[in-house]
C-alpha cells in the first residue's frame, strides 16, 4: 500500500491544488522562485507540498513577526548627521546611501573611526580587551559561539564584566549556537548574572515549522559597548580552526572596530533583537547624543543597514545591486556563499561590460555542497561578461566585503546569498573613506595572492555530468 492509497487521489489532488494556487499568488517572490516552486509541486506532489510548508514561505511566526515589527516602530531612531549626508547627496555614490537609509530609516553618521584587526586571533583578543575596559554595558549578539579557546575567552570576559557590575546582554542564535547553549558554558554565564537568551530559539521542531521556519536564524555578528564601540564583520565567536568543521579550516574572516556614533546605530540593530526576544527595554540607548565637534582627519562616514524578515522585502540584494551599480572604475568583492538572485547577478555582469574591473573571490573549497554547486554554474556568465574570478585556497574565504572605487565600501553579516537576501537577521556598514577603504583594499589584496584565477579553460574543462550537476541545483537555488 503506497502513500497515495492513505491520503486520497482527490484529497491530494485538492491539497496539491491549494499549495499550487498559494505559491502562485504568494506576495513578494520572483518570478523564478514562483516557477521552481509549481514545477517542484506538480512533479512531485507529496514531496513538493511536504517542502512547500517546511521551506516554501519566508515567515517566522505571526507573533514573533508582529512584535518585531511593533518594537521597531517604538524605538527612537538615533540622529543622523545632516551634512554629512547632504555631501553624500552630491557625490557619484548618494544612491546606495539613500537607498540604504529607507531599510531601517537609520541615516549616515560622521566623526567615527574604524580599525581592521589584523586577524582572527587579534579580533579576540581586541575584542576581550574592550570587554574588560566596559563601564556600564556588553551587548553580543552571535550566530555561532563555540566552546573552543577564542569562544571561552569572550565567555570569561563576559563574566569578568558582569562581576565588576557592568550590565551583560547576550543573544546567542539558538540553531548556531546550540552546542554552547546546552554547555557548562552558558550556565556559567547565567551563573555570573548576565542574561544571555537564545535568539530564535527553536523548542519543539513540530511546532517551530508549524509556526515558522527553523531555518530562519540571527545570522548577526555584533557587540556594542557603553554605546561608543561596536564590533562588526564576519567573524563568529570561535578560533579560525572552526573545530566544528576542520576540514575546511581555516575561516578567514574581516572584523572591525567602530567607534563613534555609528555604534549607537549598531544599538539600534541589537536593541531591536534584544526587546523582541523578551529582554528588557533598552531604547533609552538610542536617545543619548554623541557629543557634536568638528570633524577631525580620518574620521568616517559610516552607515548601518539591518536586514531580516521583518523588514521590507529584498533590502539587501537591492542594496547590494545599488552599490554595484554606483562603481566606476574598480569592484572587488569577497564572499563565502554566491547564490545570487537575478539583480545581483545582472549588477555584477553589467559592471564589467561597462569598463568596471570587477574581482570576485570565493572559496576554493566550500563547506556546503550545494552552494558549491551552485556558485560554480554562474562562472560562465560572470567570466563571459569580463569579472575576473578568483578562487581563495588557503581555507574557506568567509570575509564578507564589497569595495567601490577604493572610496566607498560595505562590511558585515551578509553574505551573496538567498539566505541572507530573504531569511537571515543580517547586520552591515556601509561607508564612504578613501583612507579606510585603502586599508580593506590591501586586505583584500591579501586575500587576492592567495588566490587562483578561474579562466575560460578551467570552465571548458567541466565535465557533462559535473555541469547537469551545477545547472540542476542552480534551478533549484530559488527554493532552496
Same mark, same amino acid.
Given at each position: /500500500?503506497?502513500?497515495?492509497? #492513505?491520503?486520497g487521489?482527490?484529497?491530494? $489532488?485538492?491539497t *496539491?491544488?491549494?499549495?499550487?494556487?498559494?505559491?502562485i499568488?504568494?506576495?513578494?517572490?520572483?518570478?523564478?522562485?514562483?516557477?521552481?516552486?509549481?514545477?517542484?509541486?506538480?512533479?512531485?506532489?507529496?514531496?513538493?507540498?511536504?517542502?512547500?510548508?517546511?521551506?516554501?514561505?519566508?515567515?517566522?511566526?505571526?507573533r514573533?513577526?508582529?512584535? @518585531?515589527r511593533?518594537?521597531?516602530?517604538s524605538?527612537?531612531?538615533?540622529?543622523?548627521?545632516?551634512?554629512?549626508?547632504? *555631501?553624500?547627496a552630491?557625490?557619484?555614490?548618494?544612491a546606495?546611501? $539613500?537607498? $540604504?537609509?529607507?531599510?531601517?530609516?537609520?541615516?549616515?553618521t560622521?566623526?567615527?573611526?574604524?580599525?581592521?584587526?589584523?586577524?582572527?586571533?587579534?579580533?579576540?583578543?581586541?575584542?576581550? *580587551?574592550d570587554?574588560?575596559?566596559?563601564?556600564?554595558h556588553? #551587548?553580543?549578539?552571535?550566530?555561532i559561539?563555540?566552546?573552543?579557546?577564542?569562544?571561552?575567552k569572550?565567555?570569561?570576559?563576559?563574566?569578568?564584566?558582569?562581576?565588576r557590575?557592568v550590565k551583560?546582554?547576550?543573544? $546567542?542564535?539558538?540553531?548556531?549556537?546550540?552546542?554552547?547553549i546546552?554547555?557548562?558554558?552558558?550556565?556559567?554565564?547565567?551563573?555570573?548574572g548576565?542574561?544571555?537568551?537564545?535568539a530564535?530559539?527553536?523548542?519543539n521542531p513540530?511546532?517551530?515549522?508549524?509556526?515558522?521556519?527553523?531555518?530562519?536564524?540571527? #545570522?548577526?555578528?555584533?557587540?556594542?559597548?557603553d554605546?561608543?564601540?561596536a564590533?562588526v564583520?564576519?567573524?563568529?565567536?570561535?578560533?579560525?580552526e572552526?573545530?566544528?568543521?576542520p576540514?575546511?579550516?581555516p575561516?578567514?574572516?574581516i /572584523?572591525?572596530?567602530?567607534?563613534?556614533?555609528v555604534?549607537?546605530?549598531c544599538?539600534?540593530?541589537?536593541?531591536?533583537?534584544w526587546?523582541?526576544e @523578551? @529582554?528588557d527595554?533598552?531604547?533609552?540607548?538610542?536617545? =543619548?547624543?554623541?557629543?557634536?565637534?568638528?570633524?577631525?582627519?580620518?574620521?568616517?562616514?559610516?552607515q548601518?543597514?539591518?536586514?531580516?524578515?521583518?523588514?521590507?522585502?529584498?533590502s539587501?540584494?537591492?542594496?547590494?545591486?545599488?552599490?554595484?551599480h554606483?562603481?566606476? #572604475?574598480?569592484?572587488?568583492?569577497?564572499?563565502?556563499?554566491f547564490?545570487?538572485?537575478e539583480?545581483?547577478?545582472?549588477?555584477?555582469?553589467?559592471?564589467?561590460?561597462?569598463?568596471?574591473?570587477?574581482?570576485?573571490a570565493?572559496?576554493?573549497?566550500?563547506?556546503?555542497i550545494?552552494?558549491?554547486?551552485t556558485?560554480?554554474?554562474?562562472?560562465?556568465?560572470?567570466?563571459?561578461?569580463?569579472?575576473?574570478?578568483l578562487?581563495?585556497?588557503?581555507?574557506?574565504?568567509?570575509?564578507?566585503?564589497?569595495?567601490?572605487d577604493?572610496?566607498?565600501?560595505?562590511?558585515g553579516?551578509?553574505?551573496?546569498?538567498r539566505?541572507?537576501?530573504?531569511?537571515?537577521?543580517?547586520?552591515?556598514?556601509?561607508?564612504?573613506?578613501?583612507?579606510?577603504?585603502?586599508v580593506?583594499?590591501?586586505? =583584500?589584496d591579501?586575500?587576492?595572492?592567495?588566490?587562483?584565477?578561474?579562466?575560460?579553460?578551467?570552465?571548458?574543462?567541466?565535465?557533462?555530468?559535473?555541469?547537469?550537476? =551545477?545547472?540542476?541545483?542552480a534551478m533549484?537555488?530559488?527554493?532552496?
Open positions: /500500500m503506497g502513500p497515495l492509497d #492513505h491520503i487521489p482527490g484529497l491530494l $489532488a485538492l *496539491e491544488t491549494a499549495i499550487l494556487l498559494r505559491a499568488l504568494r506576495p513578494h517572490r520572483d518570478p523564478a522562485s514562483r516557477l521552481a516552486w509549481v514545477v517542484v509541486i506538480v512533479v512531485l506532489p507529496i514531496v513538493g507540498i511536504i517542502a512547500y510548508l517546511l521551506l516554501g514561505e519566508i515567515r517566522i511566526s505571526n514573533r513577526r508582529q512584535r @518585531g511593533d518594537v521597531d516602530r524605538l527612537p531612531t538615533p540622529d543622523a548627521d545632516k551634512s554629512c549626508e547632504d *555631501e553624500l552630491k557625490s557619484d555614490y548618494a546606495p546611501f $539613500a537607498l $540604504a537609509r529607507t531599510v531601517n530609516g537609520l541615516g549616515t560622521e566623526g567615527n573611526q574604524a580599525l581592521l584587526a589584523l586577524d582572527s586571533n587579534v579580533a579576540i583578543d581586541a575584542l576581550v *580587551e570587554i574588560d575596559a566596559a563601564r556600564h556588553v #551587548h553580543l549578539c552571535a550566530y559561539w563555540l566552546a573552543d579557546h577564542n569562544g571561552c569572550v565567555k570569561d570576559a563576559v563574566i569578568r564584566a558582569a562581576a557590575g551583560v546582554r547576550a543573544l $546567542a542564535d539558538a540553531l548556531g549556537s546550540r552546542l554552547f546546552r554547555s557548562s558554558h552558558w550556565r556559567e554565564l547565567i551563573a555570573s548576565a542574561d544571555v537568551r537564545p530564535l530559539p527553536v523548542g513540530l511546532w517551530t515549522v508549524i509556526r515558522g521556519r527553523v531555518d530562519l536564524r540571527n #545570522h548577526r555578528k555584533l557587540t556594542v559597548i554605546n561608543g564601540v564590533w564583520g564576519s567573524q563568529n565567536v570561535a578560533d579560525p572552526f573545530r566544528i568543521k576540514h575546511y579550516a575561516w578567514v574572516d /572584523m572591525t572596530r567602530w567607534e563613534g556614533p555604534a549607537r546605530h544599538q539600534y540593530l541589537f536593541a531591536s533583537d526587546i523582541a @523578551g @529582554g527595554d533598552i531604547s533609552a540607548l538610542l536617545s =543619548q547624543h554623541w557629543p557634536k565637534r568638528a570633524r577631525r582627519p580620518g574620521e568616517i562616514a559610516a548601518v543597514i539591518g536586514t531580516g524578515p521583518t523588514v521590507q522585502v529584498d539587501m540584494p537591492a542594496c547590494f545591486a545599488e552599490l554595484i554606483s562603481a566606476r #572604475h574598480e569592484l572587488v568583492i569577497t564572499t563565502p556563499y547564490v545570487p538572485d539583480q545581483v547577478l545582472t549588477a555584477l555582469t553589467s559592471a564589467a561590460r561597462r569598463g568596471v574591473e570587477t574581482l570576485l570565493l572559496p576554493k573549497r566550500n563547506d556546503s550545494v552552494v558549491a554547486a556558485s560554480k554554474s554562474y562562472y560562465q556568465d560572470l567570466v563571459g561578461a569580463g569579472v575576473k574570478l578562487e581563495y585556497r588557503c581555507g574557506l574565504l568567509h570575509a564578507k566585503t564589497m569595495l567601490v577604493r572610496a566607498v565600501g560595505l562590511i553579516s551578509a553574505n551573496l546569498d539566505r541572507s537576501f530573504e531569511l537571515n537577521f543580517e547586520n552591515n556598514i556601509l561607508f564612504a573613506d578613501k583612507e579606510f577603504a585603502e580593506i583594499r590591501a586586505r =583584500q591579501a586575500f587576492i595572492a592567495d588566490c587562483d584565477p578561474v579562466t575560460q579553460a578551467d570552465i571548458d574543462r567541466y565535465g557533462l555530468v559535473a555541469r547537469l550537476w =551545477q545547472n540542476s541545483i533549484m537555488s530559488p527554493i532552496l
